[in-house]
């Protein structure tokens, strides 16, 4: 799986990186068909120290997106991917089932 990183508005350190990086290649056990990710950091307000992280999945024929805000990059980070675990167990199941449907030999 691709997994790019952009930083807006600031120069993310090399570990904030690697820690997105990991966090999202996690998301693979739950759904092996991610073909890549996008993960954006930005400050959504400087003054207040909001800080938000957007991560967008790109699956068979499909985006996944997930946003996040909170005082720190790990913990934004921590609930969109929370979010797309629900999200990507959803999908799957619901591609399971349309499978399982298109299977039935009418009697």
Known sequence: M????????FKAHESLREYAENEVKKLVKFYDGILSSDVILS???PKDS????EITL???GKKIF????SD?????IDNAVEKLERQLKKYKTKKRDR????L????
């Open 2 to 9: 691709n997994v790019q990183v952009t930083a807006r508005r």
């Open 43 to 45: 400050y959504e307000k």
């Open 58 to 60: 790109v699956v068979f």
């Open 50 to 53: 909001v800080k938000t992280a």
């Open 104 to 107: 039935k030999v009418p009697l």
């Open 99 to 102: 499978k399982k449907s298109n």
């Open 66 to 69: 997930a946003k996040e805000s």
């Open 72 to 76: 720190e990059f790990t913990k934004s």
